[in-house]
């Protein structure tokens, strides 16, 4: 396909709740253009955007997948994005380089979870959406109350362009509210059909329609708004003229109703697309940070090159690829560019047009369209791309926090190495999904956006990276302490036959205040112990807090008072004081009524306020503390503090509660004493265990 003008440019995501339809309506697009010539289908595997081994076996998206085709003139970039909440980062990479949106909504499940997620989403970013209600070739389909529902739920004016005739499974006829006409389909997935006159019994509807049409394009233009009020009325070539005034300003969401998977109503959308949604020209300008951190508009239609890369993958039949689109100048084969975010040079390989896993070659790229390299260097999700001379960085994407967490467990010793390549590329890929190694747990930590989200982590590693693991529950990183003061004396001596060792240590403890951390101190007098030995002292104590004493966690918040001792002569020696001082610290806590202190989580969580109860009830279960609770839009917002042993799976449990409409986030805190009861199982389950 050869390069395309910016005007003549779509670049769109498909969004909406998982089974709504999206990859199956970018497959009708693709067919009713010409650019497949059967639609594939989620059960058999092999539609263009589903491709990965990953999606097949899981039957979802779960990558957003890029694709074009051509439609009256225009190229249209299609970005298939996931539906489930646990690839979020996938379908906000392509909101960051889209100019609007097509959202599917299910003909008869209607507002769902993910439709609820997403229009938060594209609302927050101010992109304009089209809505498709598709699978109206289904059972117990209910367009216009989905309409309704959309309108009150949305508080937006939702406007049907196209109505279905006769939804249900034999459905076969789409009303075109624009050109006042019937389309009459066969329903074999190619897109045919045959126009006939508007029925009589739907003028009324599709003229109340048009009113309606007439008036909310008038609403984005002053001169026709000024117009309408004088005369009453818009020419059919005004109301058209103006609509993609309308998209941009999203004085009303057009509504159009489809069954994608046999293709019909959407060429009509298609239509709608082509002629009437923003270009990147329409768009115009992008904000970007120059290297002082100032802040400047760039025009699409300036001449040096400035690309986002909103996607990396590693692809076994291609190698790593960088997904990208050009927001100003054209990007060529050969070309240097500066990978603005990491300070590098990246010179620009082979360019490749993408349909699914399907590749077609370039030259060139010009302002506005999408496109992927092939093996950079350097370059990673959220990076930005620009000409060395001006230097300049786009915004990133706004990824939010993971919010569940798991640990991996290695079946093989040895492939240590291995899992963390493994774990880095995934990252990079995929920046909602974090790992960490904790040295003081022995483990490696994984965090994401949902159970799925890491299961599916867990599978890359073994079928990419030839990596065995086990997604286990994550250890709790306790602590020690001491309830009261103590003193404890210790002698350590050792006689084999050669040079012995000796040492003898005093030392007082007692409680200090929380996140103090061991606060060591000498009040030593006289001349019973050379000061030469406080600091093998202090290491002897610094070893045994990182040990532990009651259950191998680390002991805080102890004040230690080295005051008195005895040494030898000659067997006194830096050992000697070091293990001295372990064991006679150790003696102490044990003395001083030891406890465990455990991690306690800050929550914010986001329901609807008919599941405020549960969740609250659910908080109460797990040991937690409201703090308090806060209105945001039709939401409430409960603040609370909850122990982490609690909160394992805690965003699975939150999803149940409240039928997916509930969303959370939890930060660290403070630690506190731990129940004895539990305390006590803690402790007992530490001596069965061998990581420490």
Not at 51 to 59: F, L, S
Not at 662 to 690: A, C
């Amino acid at each position: 396909m050869s390069e395309f003008e910016a005007s003549k440019i779509r670049n769109f995501a498909l969004v909406g709740h998982g089974s709504s339809g999206k990859t199956i309506l970018a497959e009708s697009m693709l067919a009713c253009s010409g650019a497949i010539s059967r639609l594939g289908t989620i059960v058999d595997g092999n539609t263009v955007s589903d491709y990965h081994e990953d999606e097949q076996q899981h039957q979802i998206s779960i990558h957003t997948t890029p694709m074009f085709t051509k439609w009256k003139s225009c190229k249209l970039n299609i970005l298939d994005a996931p539906g489930y909440a646990d690839f979020i980062g996938e379908t906000l990479s392509a909101l960051r380089v889209t100019d609007f949106v097509v959202l599917t909504v299910h003909g008869a499940h209607g507002i769902e979870l993910g439709t609820e997620q997403i229009w938060e989403r594209i609302n927050d970013m101010g992109i304009p959406p089209i809505v498709v209600i598709n699978v109206l070739d289904s059972e117990y389909v209910k367009f216009d109350q989905i309409v309704n529902n959309l309108s009150e739920s949305f508080d937006k004016r939702f406007l049907p362009i196209t109505l279905p005739a006769n939804p249900g499974p034999e459905f076969d006829g789409v009303i075109d509210v624009l050109n006042r006409k019937l389309h009459r389909y066969q329903t074999d997935g190619k897109g045919s059909f045959k126009s006939e006159e508007l029925p009589s019994e739907w003028q009324d509807r599709v003229d109340e329609l048009f009113q309606q049409l007439m008036e909310n394009v008038a609403e984005s233009d002053d001169q026709l708004l000024e117009k309408f009020f004088e005369e009453g009325e818009l020419s059919n070539d005004e109301i058209l003229d103006g609509l993609n005034g309308a998209m941009q300003q999203q004085t009303f969401v057009p509504v159009f109703a489809a069954a994608s998977a046999i293709s019909v109503g959407v060429p009509q959308l298609m239509d709608f697309i082509a002629g009437y949604t923003p270009s990147p020209l329409d768009v115009g300008k992008s904000e970007a940070i120059r290297s002082d951190d100032t802040k400047v508009e760039i025009s699409i239609e300036e001449s040096s090159p400035l690309l986002s890369v909103f996607k990396t993958l590693s692809e076994a039949h291609v190698g790593d690829l960088s997904f990208f689109r050009v927001f100003s100048g054209s990007i060529e084969t050969g070309m240097d560019l500066q990978n603005t975010n990491r300070n590098q040079q990246e010179r620009v390989g082979q360019i490749f047009q993408m349909n699914g896993k399907e590749r077609n070659q370039v030259k060139s790229i010009g302002p506005g369209d999408i496109a992927a390299f092939v093996k950079l260097k350097n370059t990673h999700t959220g990076d930005t791309l620009s000409d060395p001379k001006t230097n300049l960085k786009l915004p990133g994407i706004d990824f939010p926090a993971p919010n569940l967490s798991g640990a991996l467990k290695l079946n093989s010793k040895g492939e240590e190495e291995k899992m963390s390549t493994g774990l880095y590329t995934l990252h990079e890929e995929d920046p909602t999904f974090i790992f960490q190694g904790d040295p003081e747990l022995h483990q490696t930590l994984i965090f994401g956006q949902g159970e799925l989200h890491l299961k599916i982590i867990s599978e890359r590693l073994k079928d990419r990276f030839h990596v065995e693991v086990d997604l286990v529950q994550p250890r709790i990183p306790y602590r020690e302490t001491i309830r009261r003061n103590g003193e404890s004396k210790y002698r350590h001596k050792k006689q084999s036959g050669g040079a012995g060792q000796f040492a003898e240590v005093w030392m007082r403890l007692e409680p200090a205040p929380r996140d103090s951390g061991i606060d060591f101190q000498q009040s030593l007098v006289g001349q019973n112990v050379d000061r030469v030995f406080v600091p093998s002292v202090e290491k002897g104590v610094t070893a045994a807090t990182s040990e532990g004493v009651v259950a191998g966690y680390r002991v805080v918040d102890v004040k230690v008072d080295f005051y008195d001792g005895k040494q030898h002569p000659v067997d006194s020696k830096d050992v000697a004081f070091q293990i001295a001082g372990k064991q006679a610290f150790r003696q102490g806590i044990l003395e001083c009524d030891p406890c465990l202190l455990e991690p306690v989580y800050n929550l914010e969580i986001k329901v609807p306020e008919d599941y405020m109860g549960d969740v609250m009830g659910d908080i109460s279960g797990r040991r937690g503390k409201i703090l308090g609770m806060d209105a945001v839009g039709k939401k409430q917002v409960i603040r609370a503090q909850v122990p982490q042993r609690e909160l394992y799976g805690y965003a699975t449990t939150l999803r149940s509660i409240t039928g997916g409409r509930g969303w959370h986030q939890e930060t660290f805190n403070h630690y506190e004493e731990m129940p004895r009861d539990l305390e006590k199982k803690v402790i007992d389950d530490s001596k069965s265990e061998d990581w420490h």
